[in-house]
């Protein structure tokens, strides 16, 4: 099998329709790693789990998605990428079908994992669109796809708590679960073939993996500055509704959802950052967007806790955090697509999986720092996180 029969990469044959259409799915795939996040209450005391168990619904979640960037996303290396992409769309499915109709804990938490797992179909598109786009506008088109990506992050909390208000959230699930079908329906009859030329077997293809997580500079470092981004991204998103919810704001379920749609905002980094990078400015736009973090939680220092300045200072904060790292997945994603098309997919793993660690370390940080100290410590901590990044980066 040749690339004669698919899309050959660097001809330019990317239309703004085609870059739309991915930008849209990975968005809506995404979202479904995040709908559960602010109805963990609700849902363990419908189906009858303690307080103690209600993290299993976030966490095994995340789980299948961790499995899937490791396990299947590499695949994407081996195996016609658009039936990849299909199939664990259709996975994603099932689970997703399966928590909306689960009468108990044990069917809903094996759907949890079903929805991590196949909702990496994401990280099978971006490459594909990498594939897709000519070597001067790959940063445009990895970044105007991205952006849909971080759009699909951002808005999932606040779209399911809106559709768990107005409904249950039962009704969550089903309808993406219909987003879902749809999405498959639409992209088996518009998108091309892209079958590689990897004639390793699966074995042989994970084993490589360690090879090119051990011999590839790049990824290394930009694996590792976006952990420590994702990390202080994960903080902020996991402790700022306690802090809303505090006696400090007292915000409701609904305020603090219109808070969390502030840092959609921040979405609008992505094609930037790709703009950039095709500019060959990676270096000094990384260094921007490890201080936009930082500055980030400085900003939240400016006013006391409780006022309405600090209600609006944490707003700004979430934009330009939002903004900080979304612009720098980007930039790391174009610096890593452009070392070869033929491990893309297998890079692209390494570098999700390796930032999402980085997450899962900054959502258990943020909440010991916030139950220690409050927002103090915790906006420390996650001012912190992106200096590392930056002393690191300052050594390249």
């Known amino acids: 099998m040749t690339y004669a029969t698919e899309h050959r990469p660097d001809t330019g044959r990317v239309s703004a329709g085609m870059t739309f259409l991915l930008a849209a799915a990975c968005g809506l795939v995404a979202a479904n790693i995040y709908y559960a996040q602010p109805l963990a209450g ?42 990849l992409a299909l199939v664990m769309i259709g996975l994603a499915t099932l689970g997703l079908l399966g928590a909306a109709l689960s009468p108990s804990a044990g069917p809903f938490l094996a759907a949890s994992l079903l929805i991590g797992l196949g909702s990496v179909a994401v990280q099978v598109l971006v490459p594909y669109a990498a594939h897709l786009a000519p070597e001067a506008i790959r940063g445009r088109v990895v970044g105007n796809v991205m952006s ?16 768990a208000k107005l409904s249950s959230w039962h009704a969550v699930f089903l309808a993406s679960a219909a987003a879902m079908i749809a999405l498959s329906l639409v992209l088996a009859r518009a998108l091309p073939q892209r079958a590689p030329t990897s004639k390793l077997r699966y ?6 993996m360690a090879r090119l997580a051990a011999t590839t500079p790049i990824l290394q470092r930009r694996a590792l500055y976006h952990a420590c981004l994702f990390a202080a991204f994960s903080l902020f998103w996991t402790t700022t509704p306690l802090l809303l919810a505090g006696p400090a704001f007292g915000l409701s379920q609904g305020g603090i959802a219109l808070f969390a749609l502030a840092g959609v905002a921040g979405a609008v980094a992505a094609p930037i950052a790709g703009r950039v990078a095709d500019r060959g400015w990676t270096r000094l736009a990384t260094f921007f967007a490890m201080l936009a973090v ?20 944490l707003v700004i904060a979430a934009i330009v955090l939002d ?17 070869g098309p033929e491990f893309r997919s297998r890079l692209n793993g390494l570098y999700m999986a390796t930032f ?41």
Request: charged residues 5%; neutral net charge.
């Open 294 to 313: 930082a500055i980030a939680f400085l900003m939240t220092h400016l006013a006391p806790l409780g006022s309405p300045w600090s209600l609006a200072l």
């Open 203 to 208: 074995g042989q293809l994970l084993a490589s």
């Open 323 to 339: 903004f900080g790292v979304s612009a720098n997945m980007t930039l790391g994603q174009r610096a890593i697509f452009a070392l």
């Open 42 to 83: 609700p849902i363990s005391a419908a189906l009858g789990l303690s307080p103690q168990a209600a993290g299993l619904i976030v966490t095994l979640t995340q789980i299948g998605y961790g499995a899937g960037l490791l396990f299947v996303v590499p695949l994407g290396d081996l195996v016609e990428n658009r039936r």
């Open 356 to 396: 999402f660690v980085g997450g899962a370390i900054g959502s258990a940080l943020g909440g010991w720092a916030y139950a220690q100290g409050g927002w103090t410590l915790t906006s420390w901590i996650g001012f912190s996180l992106p200096l590392v990044a930056l002393m690191y980066a300052l050594s390249e």
């Open 148 to 163: 849909g990506l971080m759009l699909g992050i951002m808005l999932a909390r606040p779209v399911s708590s809106f559709i």
